[in-house]
């Protein structure tokens, strides 16, 4: 099984697919890991995005924005605590 990565930090862009879900794409920089699956480095289960699982926080707002959320990674999915906007357009 895969750990959970906790306490991390990653900046990227609040976009939403053909579903209506949310993702983090264009991810520029992750921060702070504490665990990670063993043998794995820095950009351990990042892709060219992640899917946001919902929570208290809300991405509505921030589609198409470069955002840092802070939260907990497993494998491509990422549970958002807390969400700052950097920018209201990706580049």
Known sequence: PIKMIKATS????VERDASGAFT???ITSKVKKN??????GDHAGMGDEL???PSRV???KHVGHQVTVKGAQ???T???KSLTMIAPTCS
């Open 74 to 76: 497993d494998g491509n």
């Open 24 to 26: 983090l794409g264009h």
């Open 35 to 40: 665990s990670a699956p063993e043998g794995a």
């Open 51 to 53: 899917h946001l699982m």
């Open 78 to 80: 990422f549970k958002a």
């Open 58 to 60: 809300d991405f509505s």
């Open 10 to 13: 990653l900046t990227g862009c």
